[in-house]
């Protein structure tokens, strides 16, 4: 197990953007969530009170995340269209009225577990400020969200039939993961990393990213971690941002940060 907590590249601007997301986040899960999901969920309601907890949790996860099959078919759940498998995984009255293109932006500012959405923020936090910083707010916010959304779709594809909600922002943040990997790859990373003891050292950003990706592949079915969007997420940012790495504006801000490194460089003694 490796566990970036932090990466040792000094940033020029405040990541308003980056922080602005977080915010975000935390107060979907916070005050917009049904608190069953603040609680780890419900799986077994044993009172008429945790029976209507868990029946609004579910209708909102249903609502509000995306479903493979809602996408593929452009049909809602609540129509029962043909094209959505394992029927006995499904709510017996699914939200009405649900926008199916508005889900696949929503449902990356959902979470299911407060530790699901610690992990995604510290991860947020790690990658995502230093790459705001060299793109640029809106050129980073842009990749965040589109390229989230195109992860997402990476999940669908592969899993075209499956009526089972996906949520998180793991695959907004994987896109800016793959981004920091292009423009940050001799970076480093402090990473907690669990060999007979636990151990907190400097990774190279290039192993810790690439570690990361591999085990994508490898990851327990049985987890229920969209492995996909993740994967797909990577491929995406990296792409994406040797697209914009030759904007002008980005380009520049890469010549002034050159240049900040090699002043702190001669300033040393």
């Known amino acids: 197990m490796a566990l970036p907590i932090r990466d040792d590249e000094?940033?020029?601007?405040?990541?308003?953007?980056?922080?602005?997301?977080?915010?975000?986040?935390?107060?979907?899960?916070l005050f917009l969530q049904p608190s069953a999901f603040q609680g780890g969920g419900i799986d077994r309601p044993e009172s008429q009170g945790r029976y209507w907890r868990a029946q609004e949790q579910e209708d909102?996860?249903?609502?509000?995340?995306?479903?493979?099959?809602?996408?593929?078919?452009?049909?809602?759940?609540?129509?029962?269209?043909?094209?959505?498998?394992?029927?006995?995984?499904q709510p017996?009255?699914?939200?009405?009225?649900?926008?199916?293109?508005?889900?696949?932006?929503?449902?990356?500012f959902l979470h299911g577990s407060i530790d699901h959405l610690a992990g995604n923020m510290l991860f947020l936090w790690v990658f995502g400020s230093a790459v705001e910083d060299r793109l640029g707010r809106l050129n980073y916010l842009g990749l965040y969200l589109l390229g989230?959304?195109?992860?997402?779709?990476?999940?669908?594809?592969?899993?075209?039939?499956?009526?089972?909600?996906?949520?998180?922002?793991?695959?907004?943040?994987?896109?800016a993961m793959?981004?920091?990997?292009?423009?940050?790859?001799?970076?480093?990373?402090?990473?907690?990393?669990?060999?007979?003891?636990?151990?907190?050292?400097?990774?190279p950003a290039v192993v810790v990213l690439l570690l990361f990706f591999v085990t994508q592949f490898i990851t327990d079915p049985s987890?229920?971690?969209?492995?996909?969007?993740?994967?797909?997420?990577?491929?995406v940012g990296f792409l994406a941002t040797l697209v914009l790495a030759r904007i002008p504006a980005v380009r520049q801000r890469r010549r002034e940060e050159s240049a900040d490194a090699e002043l702190r460089a001669g300033a040393a003694f």
């Open 10 to 29: 000094p940033t020029r601007r405040v990541p308003w953007i980056t922080l602005t997301l977080i915010a975000l986040n935390v107060f979907v899960f």
């Open 60 to 89: 909102f996860l249903y609502r509000w995340g995306t479903v493979a099959c809602e996408v593929t078919t452009g049909e809602t759940l609540a129509s029962r269209p043909e094209g959505c498998h394992d029927r006995k995984d």
């Open 92 to 108: 017996d009255q699914p939200p009405q009225g649900k926008s199916i293109a508005l889900a696949l932006l929503t449902a990356m």
């Open 223 to 235: 987890e229920n971690i969209a492995t996909e969007a993740h994967a797909a997420g990577m491929i």
């Open 148 to 175: 989230g959304m195109v992860a997402t779709l990476g999940y669908v594809a592969l899993n075209s039939t499956s009526p089972v909600p996906l949520l998180g922002a793991s695959g907004a943040i994987a896109v």
């Open 178 to 203: 793959g981004a920091y990997l292009v423009l940050l790859p001799r970076g480093r990373i402090l990473t907690i990393v669990a060999t007979a003891a636990f151990q907190v050292v400097y990774v």
